[in-house]
T-cell receptor, first 114, second 112 residues
Framework: GAVVSQHPSWVICKSGTSVKIECRSLDFQATTMFWYRQFPKQSLMLMATSNEGSKATYEQGVEKDKFLINHASLTLSTLTVTSAHPEDSSFYIC??????????FGPGTRLTVL | SQQGEEDPQALSIQEGENATMNCSYK?????LQWYRQNSGRGLVHLILIRSNEREKHSGRLRVTLDTSKKSSSLLITASRAADTASYFCATDGSGGYNKLIFGAGTRLAVHP
């Protein structure tokens, strides 16, 4: 149980385009989902906290107009990277939290912006 | 900003040896968790230890927590090549959403 999926697993796009990444909790409902970013050989940096039915809470330094988050249901959150640029290339990981303390992580999405 | 530091940054051992990784953090916590990440993959939850606990075991894993020193350690006994991965500690931040703040991680390589 407690499986979280992400789609796509990898994506390559041209500079200036927008990319949407989906995060789904497959066998549980998640009131709260989190989005992280990870650069090669570095740790995860929290970008934003997403709550179903309300606006996401962004961490300091994260542009909310650049990284649009929608938590449409208790099993789905989406992250849209708008007008992507090469510096947005990274590994994006989501996590979902049921009622327990534990967060369950998705497999990640590798974004490469050319 | 990251909550804490982990050491060592990289650890290379032989199969059968024990691996110890340390994590320090800066602020008060409710709990501390350890995660494993294989290269280019998502995170797998290993163990959670609460602030009122001092030690916890799960299979070949042993976690200790010293809140007075704001530090934790993860011990993997009788390591296997399949344990090769990066290991991260994560502490919960302030606020009501259990935000996790990750340490820098330790890259463990277990050689057959």
């Amino acid at each position: 149980g407690a499986v979280v999926s992400q789609h796509p697993s990898w994506v390559i796009c041209k500079s200036g385009t927008s990319v949407k990444i989906e995060c789904r909790s497959l066998d549980f409902q998640a009131t709260t989902m989190f989005w992280y970013r990870q650069f090669p050989k570095q740790s995860l940096m929290l970008m934003a906290t997403s709550n179903e039915g309300s606006k996401a809470t962004y961490e300091q330094g994260v542009e909310k107009d650049k990284f649009l988050i929608n938590h449409a249901s208790l099993t789905l959150s989406t992250l849209t990277v708008t007008s992507a640029h090469p510096e947005d290339s990274s590994f994006y990981i989501c996590s979902a939290q049921p009622t327990t303390d534990t967060q369950y992580f998705g497999p990640g999405t590798r974004l490469t912006v050319l | 900003s990251q909550q804490g530091e982990e050491d060592p940054q990289a650890l290379s051992i032989q199969e059968g040896e024990n691996a110890t990784m340390n994590c320090s953090y800066k602020t008060s916590i409710n709990n501390l968790q350890w995660y494993r990440q294989n290269s280019g993959r998502g995170l797998v939850h290993l163990i959670l230890i609460r602030s009122n606990e001092r030690e916890k075991h799960s299979g070949r894993l042993r976690v200790t927590l010293d809140t007075s020193k704001k530090s934790s350690s993860l011990l993997i006994t009788a390591s296997r090549a399949a344990d090769t991965a990066s290991y991260f500690c994560a502490t919960d931040g302030s606020g009501g959403y259990n935000k996790l703040i990750f340490g820098a991680g330790t890259r463990l390589a277990v050689h057959p």
